[in-house]
């Protein structure tokens, strides 16, 4: 086979790349290997470009000038990677066949009791998240990668390897090979951080500024960016309850108490319900809602006729219901709000904001309501002029979320589990303006019982998945919008 591939390797621990370095140089189809890094005496690489960020914009424009093949083969980290059988070859057929400008596959992870395989998920028009997992190789067409670099305009610090792949995405296909084409040697890790906040963590905040901005160029670049919403609502005065706080729940005997407790605790200068939806509970939950209805005449408990429905399903019933009031706000059954002020806050500011929905924010909690890291989730990467469009690349808005009902009904919810606030969320930007408040409002507690505890890899990649084609319906509707604006 002719030498068509070029490797690029991130510096890392010596002895990782060395073996590594070694293993790919046996395939016939590779022509050279470049590291990325600040050693230079790490002889075992044809090529050392030196850089203090294998994520940054420089290190492509550097390395584009030594890519003479017909492909590029990037690796994603130092970790040590055995290559399958065949790997290169088949990277290069599939790539062939394909016509994919990017490929990429499913592997496995050694560890200590065996080969552990690690499944991956395709990529769609949608998936901005700059946390999308590729795995660990990223083999690339080199025109489509010197094209992609060509129109990289900002130099980027952190975010260089996201804006190269948007900017691949843009001309050509991102293709996942569904076989396990290599072993990647798990690392150890040294504590553990959760990822599912790190766009919220202050630490991160510059890294977070420059992937936003990848992000909007990119959806200026396909037309789908959105310009700030100046529609503001006229409220209208039907209701006979100025808000209702709405619960979805199933099977939560041991928190559901302290939800219902906060709620009725709440003071305000204007009548409200609690809505309570029980997704046929068996667990004692029925027992315990029944008790606060029939106590206090603002808790409406319903029980759905129908037995297929999701949180969104049963959201749905209760913003349907003809006692919703003006404003449906969520608790979950398993959260409390953080003092009896939080309802007045949110309804203020929907007067205040003449706003289609309100977000607030919140702490973070054990089960006994001990602070955890990272503590406040606020979302201040939010912002009146690209909230909008940021709200594609990030996996959440934030909590505790409300809504103008009207606006709710029309849009209607999807019946699922998972993502269903977001995609409202994403609907409801598209066309209005969202109020935030930057204070906590409610304490989120995470227990061993929270539907998003532990979940295995099957799990996370259908949720990544569905969110990812939430993403793909918005971006679709937006175009939509743009070019029908363009056309009148």
Known sequence: ???????????????TNKITVDRLKKNSAVSR???????????SADITIQTTNFQSTDTFKKAVQFIDTEFLAMLLSDKGILPGQFMFERF????????????????????ADGLHPHQVIDYQEGSLRDDFDFGEILFIRTDVFKLAVSKMKTDFRFA?????????????????????????????????????FSYVDPKNRQVQIEMEAACTEHLKAIGAFLKPVQKQIEFEDQFEFEASVIIPVRNRVKTIGDAVKSVLSQKTNFNFNLIIVNNHSTDGTTEVISKYASEDHRVIHIIPERKDLGIGGCWNEAVHHPSCGKFACQLD?????????????????????????VIGSYQITDFNLNEL????????????ENGANNALRINGLGAPRAFYTPVLREIKIPNVSYGEDYAVGLAISREYKIGRIYHSLYLCRRWEGNTDAKLDLPRINANNFYKDRLRTIELLARKKKNSTLVKN
Not at 100 to 110: F, I, M, Q, T
Request: charged share 30%; hydrophobic share 30%; net charge negative.
């Open 1 to 15: 086979m002719n030498k068509k591939i070029t490797v690029v390797i991130p510096e890392g621990n010596p002895e």
């Open 33 to 43: 290997i470049i590291l990325i890094g600040n050693n230079s005496d790490q002889l």
């Open 92 to 111: 290069i057929q599939i790539s062939e066949n394909t016509g994919a400008g990017l490929v990429y596959s499913d592997y496995y992870e050694s560890e």
């Open 160 to 196: 260089g390897l996201y804006d190269l792949r948007l900017k691949i995405s843009q001309s050509s296909t991102l293709f996942h090979i569904p076989e396990y084409l290599y072993t990647v040697e798990k690392k150890e890790l040294v504590g553990t951080e959760d990822k599912h």
């Open 333 to 357: 059954s398993d959260d409390i709000y953080k003092d009896e002020n939080t309802l007045q806050t949110i309804v203020d500011t929907f007067h205040k904001e003449r706003c289609a929905m």
């Open 373 to 384: 890291p990272p503590g406040l989730i606020d979302h201040r990467e939010w912002t009146d």
